[in-house]
């Protein structure tokens, strides 16, 4: 699975993702239409947002043109790839996919498929599997059950969608389930030996991370009971075995040692930030920028430059809440990915 021209171009990309001082200077910023003008002219936003009216825009409005650059720079670096092009390094398209399913269920289920619609993005339309429309119009999740038959989210879901009293924690788990399943069925397809351990450890590093999260979440905010925790568990791992979390769980003090097994499980880096997804988003920021600046392999590659995209999307998002908010550049700071 060696490209040179895909992993040449992801770390050109790569190479222009915002430093330090930059976000130093977004922080600083007025408003959300200074930081909508500083993006203008930074290469990897120009493009999204040429047409923007900086005295206009909106929260809500910068953070679509930013994942649209994203999206635009995936598509133009996929294009490099000379094989499939919907086989496994879809994956980012496929990953849009879940997470756009997984609002379409969430807006259905509380009666706003208004917000799924104002906020779908459009130019995704053509790569999904689903009609984002028809999905819009669903009055229920027996409904949306009955769209989702020709697509392969119908065994996996139908069931959980048609229920009378529909679990959307076990249906957001079983979506993200059917997003690995994908993945690996793609992974064994496709790659060879060691190839396709690596690969598959990318993905199962995620789903260490998600799991500890949920977990702690759970626990910490709406003390839930071990067995219902255990139900959404996505059945994977590379590191953080299933038994270990039962285990915490059952302790005296179960989010002390949820917190401790960020670092010991190797999910998180040591002391970064007092919050645990701080700890997570960095730690993974920074192996998969060693990742793409030593991988010959070009889903590796890719999917690295992706999360970098990630962190910095993020970090974008986060600083234009803070300003929003009239926050200080160094509570802001805080919560950076860097």
């Known amino acids: 699975m060696a490209n040179n021209a895909v992993t040449a171009k992801s770390r050109a990309i790569s190479g222009k993702l915002l430093t330090k001082d930059e976000y130093t200077t977004l922080m600083h910023k007025p408003s959300v239409g200074a930081v909508a003008a500083f993006l203008k002219t930074r290469p990897l936003y120009a493009a999204a947002f040429a047409d923007t009216d900086e005295s206009a825009i909106h929260r809500a409005q910068a953070e ?38 997984i609002k379409a269920v969430t807006a259905i289920a509380s009666g706003a498929q208004e917000s799924f619609m104002f906020s779908f993005p459009e130019y995704v339309t053509k790569y999904i599997c689903f009609d984002p429309i028809s999905v819009a119009e669903a ?20 069931g959980l969608l048609t229920d009378p009293e529909p679990d959307l924690n076990k249906i957001i788990t079983t979506i993200n389930v059917c997003y690995i399943q994908w993945a690996f069925g793609q992974i064994d397809r496709f790659a060879r030996g060691s190839s396709r351990e ?24 709406f003390k839930a009971d071990p067995e219902r925790i255990s139900e959404l568990l996505i059945p994977y791992h590379k590191r953080l075995r299933r038994k270990k979390i ?86 802001m700071e805080k919560y950076l990915i860097i």
Not at 64 to 73: G, K
Not at 139 to 150: G, N, Q, R, V
């Open 246 to 331: 039962d285990e915490a769980l059952r302790t005296n003090d179960p989010v002390a040692v949820l917190r401790e097994m960020f670092v010991t499980e190797r999910v998180a880096t040591a002391k970064v930030s007092d919050i645990p997804e701080i700890n997570v988003n960095v730690s993974e920021y920074r192996y998969f920028r060693h990742r793409l600046a030593v991988s010959a392999n070009e889903v590796e590659a890719l999917y690295s430059l992706m999360m970098l995209f990630k962190a910095e999307s993020t970090n974008l998002f986060r600083i234009i809440e803070g300003i929003r908010y009239g926050l200080h550049p160094e509570e």
């Open 139 to 158: 009055s229920d999740l027996s409904m949306l059950a009955l769209i989702l038959e020709p697509t392969p989210y119908k065994k996996p879901l139908h």
């Open 64 to 101: 679509a043109l930013i994942e649209r650059s994203v999206f635009d720079n995936y598509i133009r670096v996929l294009k490099f790839h000379t094989g499939d092009k919907t086989g496994i390094m879809s994956f980012y398209i496929r990953h849009i996919e879940t997470e756009q399913l």
């Open 198 to 221: 690596l690969l598959k450890d990318f993905f199962l590093r995620k789903t260490d991370a998600d799991n500890l999260l949920m977990c702690y979440r759970m626990k910490s905010v």
